[in-house]
């Protein structure tokens, strides 16, 4: 960031704007611990399912001292013992039976959070169109309380089908959220600080599974006892995202280019940036509302027919493909398996250690991407994660013949994981904000949502088979995915940098540029500073 830009920056952020960020943001923390809580409390929460269900013996799942001591635990009241104490005349009948159950609900408590997310992210448009971006966020908000409510109350009821509907419905809350969230930051931040706030969205999701996996430890809150709580505990974020969100004012560029309150839209941005004179901004705005009206709503269909909106889909899809196939939630799922095999005796903190490196490198990013640029740092992070993905390879398949190849497969880990918060972590979820104008956006970031919340589920389903398949070469898959991903985005994602959402849009109208993306931004940037 150039002096004169900083000075703008420092000038801009104010009380009002940090406040309306934070309380967004808190959508993407609930996001995060919802991504990670449900992993560290995997074999309690089994153990209870085969109790409740009544298809396999309690010391099968040992939980705690008392169950591997041989004692009874104790039930919940509505539990029968009958259904708790499967039968004893054959302890070896229909074991397979059992375990192929418990995995099916597993799985569903797993998954349902992402189908929930896939529903959802097509409706961010038109409820964030509808009711403004912080009604639509107060209105969300709704369903993260009470998919938590269900979750925490699991003990109470039928726990295996009140995880699975918590989960659900919580996936249903963060697949609004992670649409409106980006909408709301994009719109309201000036665009000297619209790359470093964009990445805040990443740093919430990683200190959310940061703090979920802190206290999912079981002498914390991952034990047979405390494990509801655990699940349900994101609903306190969503019970003080609500309140704050009452606090925050409405984005100027929806009040004045949709519903076209310009005394209101002046208010608004006077909240946001203090004593700064709003003409500038409120002039952009004026120019973007011409060019909607000129190209009226865009549906998502016409989001994918329309040559005009070609390049800056097939841009913004990518990103967010990038994202999920990139290896990194397979990093997050089994590293503690990884750091098991490598021979540490406490592989749960040398996870968390991942986690803390994470966070660390995701507040870094938000100083590097004003600096050095999207286009330039996810390119870095792809080429970085590349390079560790094949030294983890290596690492793993020689770890039999060398122990020393343990330590190269730790350090890949914490690499691979450094780069993704470099680029690939923050950048998908703010750039599709910046690559389409006001027209588009709702449509584009409905779309990309969908993207990523497939592709989350679908690395979710297929990695674990695929690890039993391929063994320690099931890296080899992603460093030749993110070989095309970092070829895709040298040639095709263009820098946004610094750039108002009509200049960007400018950009994708030109047909070429496909070969001329940089070339042209550059005689755009030229111009600027002329």
């Given at each position: 960031m150039d002096k004169k830009n900083k000075m703008q920056a420092e000038k801009h952020l104010t009380g009002t704007l940090v406040l309306s960020v934070f309380a967004a943001v808190l959508g993407?923390?609930?996001?995060?611990?919802?991504?990670?809580?449900?992993?560290?409390?995997?074999?309690v929460i089994e153990a209870h399912y085969g109790r409740v269900l009544g298809i396999?013996?309690?010391?099968?799942f040992p939980t705690s001292a008392s169950e591997e001591d041989g004692t009874v635990p104790v039930t919940e009241p509505w539990v029968s013992t009958e259904a708790t104490l499967a039968p004893e005349d054959d302890p070896g009948e229909d074991l397979g039976t059992s375990s192929?159950?418990?995995?099916?609900?597993?799985?569903?408590?797993?998954?349902?959070?992402?189908?929930?997310?896939?529903?959802?992210?097509?409706?961010v448009g038109w409820i964030g169109d509808r009711l403004g971006r912080v009604k639509a966020m107060l209105v969300v908000?709704?369903?993260?309380?009470?998919?938590?409510?269900?979750?925490?109350?699991?003990?109470?009821?039928?726990?295996?089908?009140?995880?699975?509907?918590?989960?659900?419905?919580?996936?249903?809350?963060?697949?609004?959220?992670?649409?409106?969230?980006?909408?709301?930051?994009?719109?309201?931040?000036?665009?000297?600080?619209?790359?470093?706030?964009?990445?805040?969205?990443?740093?919430?999701?990683?200190?959310?599974?940061?703090?979920?996996?802190?206290l999912g430890l079981d002498f914390l809150l991952g034990n047979d006892e405390m494990w509801p709580l655990l699940l349900g505990l994101s609903g306190v974020a969503a019970l003080l995202q609500f309140f704050l969100l009452l606090l925050c004012p409405e984005s100027p560029r929806y009040l004045y280019i949709k519903l076209g309150k310009v005394e209101e839209a002046k208010k608004s941005l006077k909240r946001l940036r203090g004593n700064c004179d709003p003409m500038k901004e409120i002039a952009e705005m004026e120019k973007e509302k011409q060019e909607a009206a000129s190209e009226k709503k865009v549906s998502i269909r016409q989001l994918f027919t329309?040559?005009?909106?070609?390049?800056?889909?097939?841009?913004?899809?990518?990103?967010?493909?990038?994202?999920?196939?990139?290896?990194?939630n397979a990093i997050f799922y089994y590293s503690t398996n990884i750091f098991e095999r490598a021979g540490v005796d406490q592989p749960v903190y040398a996870t968390i250690g991942v986690g803390v490196v994470n966070t660390v490198f995701t507040v870094i990013s938000v100083f590097l991407v004003e600096k050095a640029g999207r286009r330039s740092l996810f390119l870095a992070g792809l080429m970085g994660m590349l390079i560790s993905a094949v030294a983890m390879t290596v690492g793993l398949a020689l770890l039999s013949k060398f122990a020393w190849m343990s330590y190269v497969s730790m350090i890949a880990i914490f690499l691979f994981v450094i780069f993704f918060e470099v680029g690939p972590g923050p950048i998908p979820w703010?750039?599709?904000?910046?690559?389409?104008?006001?027209?588009?956006?709702?449509?584009?970031?409905?779309?990309?949502?969908?993207c990523n919340w497939a592709c989350n589920f679908i690395v979710g389903m297929c990695f674990q088979y695929i690890a039993d398949l391929c063994g320690p070469y099931v890296f080899v898959i992603f460093a030749a995915l993110l070989l095309i991903f970092f070829l895709f985005a040298y040639f095709k994602v263009p820098e946004t940098k610094g750039k108002s959402f009509e200049e960007i849009a400018a950009v994708f109208r030109r047909r070429k540029l496909p070969t001329k993306a940089m070339t042209e931004l550059e005689d755009l940037r030229g111009r600027e500073d002329a």
């Open positions: 993407f923390f609930q996001y995060g611990y919802s991504l990670g809580v449900i992993n560290a409390p995997q074999k396999a013996p309690p010391d099968r192929h159950i418990l995995t099916m609900y597993w799985s569903l408590s797993v998954s349902m959070f992402a189908v929930g997310g896939m529903v959802s992210s097509f409706t908000n709704i369903l993260s309380i009470i998919g938590n409510l269900l979750m925490g109350l699991a003990k109470f009821g039928p726990s295996h089908m009140l995880i699975i509907a918590g989960r659900a419905v919580t996936g249903l809350y963060c697949g609004l959220s992670s649409g409106l969230v980006p909408m709301y930051v994009s719109e309201v931040s000036p665009t000297a600080l619209r790359g470093a706030l964009g990445t805040l969205h990443q740093l919430a999701i990683v200190t959310g599974i940061l703090i979920s996996q802190v329309s040559s005009k909106y070609k390049q800056a889909v097939i841009v913004a899809l990518m990103v967010q493909i990038s994202q999920q196939f990139s290896g990194i703010f750039i599709v904000a910046e690559l389409f104008s006001q027209g588009p956006r709702p449509a584009a970031i409905a779309t990309a949502g969908f």
